[in-house]
């Protein structure tokens, strides 16, 4: 028990290096850390829970089978998404679907419960308006929004070039800026978005 609780203090990189040591319960450490938050990522383009629940676990694999393979010079976060997201893109080459609506149900800190009424609202408005974008481009907008990573490792994760990335970002936010037409919304997706599921 005492062993579980410490490896919840490690870092994502130190439990990736105690799962390529062979330790069972570090990786299970980052199956629980990132499994929902990976579901998230990958639901908006995908037919079915069941189907996004299968390439989770298909990225969990491919991560476990190559974690000997994890270069400690970069994050462990940048490493699983961007295996996630060529493995989205296996699946796509594979099957051909149609734009599915997401709906991202998020817990908000704010005492004042209108606040987080309102605040819940916008970012489901957000996420169910992304369903106009493009792979790329909501891709993009949640590694930025929701893994509040920077360019530099969201180019890595998409396979694309920095500038490619704030042209994706600059793109997704003209067209849901479009999209949602409410009073309610008054800022940016910064202000909307939380900073991690």
């Given at each position: ?41 990958l ?18 694999l ?12 970069y ?35 704010s ?5 987080q ?76 978005a939380?900073?991690?599921?």
């Open positions: 028990m005492a062993n579980l609780s410490a490896n919840k203090q490690l870092s994502d990189e130190e439990l990736a290096v105690q799962a390529q040591a062979g330790s069972h319960p570090c990786f299970e450490e980052l199956v629980y850390r990132y499994g929902q938050r990976l579901f998230h990522f639901r908006a383009k995908m037919p079915t829970d069941q189907d996004t629940e299968d390439l989770v676990q298909e990225t969990f491919k991560v476990y089978r190559n974690i000997r393979r994890f270069d400690l010079n994050k462990f976060s940048t490493w699983l998404y961007t295996t996630a997201a060529r493995l989205a893109i296996s699946h796509f080459r594979k099957k051909r679907i149609d734009k599915y609506e997401s709906t991202v149900e998020v817990p908000y800190a005492p004042d419960p209108r606040q009424m309102i605040a819940r609202d916008n970012t489901k408005n957000i996420w169910h308006a992304s369903r106009c974008l493009g792979q790329n481009q909501y891709q993009a907008l949640w590694l930025r929004y929701i893994e509040d990573m920077p360019v530099k490792e969201i180019a890595v994760v998409l396979n694309k070039t920095r500038l490619h990335v704030r042209v994706l970002l600059h793109l997704a936010r003209l067209k849901l800026a479009k999209k949602i037409k409410r009073p309610a919304f008054t800022g940016e997706i910064e202000e909307t939380p900073a991690a599921v």
